[in-house]
């Protein structure tokens, strides 16, 4: 079940990336729903880290969208993190936005008590013309 998901995802991250075509870069994350937690504790804690990147990050224009099978393996608790980055840069300073931060160190414990992620990647996109 899990490789149909993991085959999947990448359709699903390209389907918001085409929704999010203002940002350069894309890290996409496979992820499953601890045990007792819930897709909305899952929302709660990302719209979380949205609000602390875009606010410890110059320039801001952070996004995160949590993607979810329509298609193929929808497992319950199984989704995608697609965290939209407008540069190299912008990406950079939200890995280190946490480090040494209290509020960004436990923003970081709940999405790890929330979600098990077992990969991620990132992308540089580039619009079609």
């Known amino acids: 079940m899990k490789s149909i998901l993991v085959k999947l995802l990448p359709l699903v991250c390209m389907l918001g990336i085409a929704a999010t075509a203002n940002a350069d870069f ?19 804690t990302n719209s979380r880290w949205v609000k602390f990147i875009n606010a ?27 965290d939209s980055f407008p540069t190299l840069e912008s990406w950079s300073a939200a890995k280190s936005a946490t480090e040494g931060n209290e509020e960004g160190e436990a923003i970081d414990e709940a999405l790890g008590e929330a979600a098990e992620c077992s990969e991620n990647r990132l992308y540089e996109a580039e619009e079609s013309k």
């Open 26 to 44: 894309r890290e996409v994350w496979t992820c499953t729903s601890k045990e007792g937690k819930t897709m909305d504790d899952v929302r709660a």
């Open 56 to 82: 410890n990050v110059d320039g801001g224009g952070i996004s995160s969208h949590i993607v979810t099978s329509v298609v193929g393996n929808a497992s319950i608790g199984s989704f995608g993190y697609v």
